[in-house]
């Protein structure tokens, strides 16, 4: 508690008609009026700490904000600001626990005192940590590109924010149009902040997992527009059904804390945007996913939008834990480099977010494809032999299970 925190509560303080009044009434009533002046002071402090929750965190971040400090601070409750400073904090959190799961991959490794140096060539541990490169854009804004490359744990990690703004490109406008968006203007200014990762691991049996939440303000004559979207899906290389059902009761709670109606319809809308058609399979085995979501409210959305990403890490570590020293072989890694292939069809042929990325001008091409794995495989006319754990994926990618549903038959049946 501050001291201009109590003295300006003590000017508030209407019941006792100020401060003036209080020194002379009796030393009780003086004590109470302290009392009481401080639980106002310190529910206001404890208020303002949380409305300044992600500018205290301007020193955790992996780089500065796009936005000036000072103009962060000023525009508190401008959801522009809010959305940029709950993305900086998401970046930084996963970034950490990613390189954390790397530095914990080597505790185990001898030491220079444990090798022989006659039969042994010493080599220094390696630190697998993020490449941090801040970048900005003459039309506004910019974003801040972390990428881990050849880690132990993970191949490749991209973990991007960008928050832009300027006038939407023709081909966005449409592409806006296209779902529904009724935009008036032909040249209408726009503000788009989100964070996006894909996160490619070394072991087969850990699945990749991609998320992206974004937030969109676009202006016309009729005034702004706003909407929120994104998602978490996780594609694995095998199939691990504890693991799908894990992933997917962790969004699931997610999802219910803000409305009961939004996993199932979510789950769903992910499974078929997560499509490849000319495949006939998914990507993946799905999460949640959504777009243009405008309801109930701006905060509301907002606070759903949070705990959503704040569900990642909860939903994926456990996974990479179980298995990142799993054993694996050479048919392990060319299945891997296989799937990895038809990620690459799916994010150049279809993601709505990469072609809006290249789009829009000024466009960050290294950020953009950050997705792409490290190594990817394209074999002719592939087919996995039959009831081969492959062939167990492929089915699951053809025909989605309801992952929640499985979870309680299975709970169920070990109760009876």
């Not at 001291?3 to 000017?11: A, C, P």
């Not at 405008?294 to 959305?301: E, K, L, V, Y």
């Amino acid at each position: 508690m501050t001291f201009n925190s109590i003295t300006k509560s003590l000017r508030t303080l209407s019941y006792v008609g100020g401060y003036k009044k209080i020194r002379d009434r009796p030393y009780r009533l003086y004590c109470a009026a302290i009392v009481g002046t401080g639980f106002v002071a310190y529910h206001q402090l404890k208020k303002n700490k949380a409305e300044m929750k992600e500018i205290m965190q301007l020193k955790s971040y992996m780089a500065e904000p796009i936005t000036p400090v000072k103009q962060l601070e000023k525009n508190q409750k401008d959801m522009k600001t809010q959305m940029e400073l709950l993305i900086m904090r998401i970046q930084a959190e996963f970034c950490r626990a990613l390189e954390k799961e790397e530095d914990e991959a080597w505790e185990d490794d001898k030491t220079a005192d444990q090798y022989d140096y006659e039969k042994d060539i010493f080599m220094m541990q390696p630190e697998a940590k993020f490449k941090v490169d801040r970048w900005l854009r003459k039309d506004g804004g910019g974003g801040i590109t972390c990428v881990l490359q050849d880690g132990r744990v993970f191949e490749k990690a991209g973990v991007n924010i960008s928050v832009v703004s300027g006038t939407l490109p023709q081909a966005a406008v449409q592409q806006m149009r296209s779902r529904g968006k009724n935009l008036q203007n032909s040249d209408l200014p726009f503000f788009a902040a989100g964070v996006s990762a894909v996160i490619h691991p070394r072991n087969p049996m850990v699945p990749t997992i991609h998320f992206n939440y974004r937030y969109f303000e676009v202006k016309d004559k009729d005034g702004v527009q706003w909407w929120f979207g994104g998602g978490t899906d996780l594609t694995p290389y095998y199939l691990n059904e504890e693991d799908a059902e894990h992933f997917h009761l962790t969004l699931k709670e997610a999802c219910d804390e803000h409305d009961k109606s939004y996993y199932e319809k979510y789950k769903k809308w992910c499974d078929d945007y997560f499509s490849i058609p000319h495949r006939g399979e998914r990507r993946g085995l799905g999460g949640i996913f959504f777009d243009d979501l405008d309801t109930p409210d701006q905060q509301s959305a907002f606070k759903f939008v949070t705990s959503c990403a704040e569900a990642v890490i909860p939903s994926y570590l456990p996974i990479v834990k179980k298995h990142k020293e799993d054993g694996y072989g050479y048919r392990e890694r060319q299945w891997q480099l296989l799937r990895r292939g038809r990620y690459v069809e799916f994010n150049l042929m279809y993601d709505r977010g990469t072609k809006f990325g290249l789009h829009t001008p000024e466009a960050r091409y290294e950020s953009i494809l950050m997705s792409l794995p490290l190594n990817a495989k394209w074999e002719y006319m592939h087919v996995p032999k039959e009831d081969s754990p492959e062939e167990k994926l492929l089915k699951v990618l053809r025909e989605p299970l309801d992952w929640v549903k499985l979870h309680k038959e299975k709970q169920s049946r070990a109760t009876t």
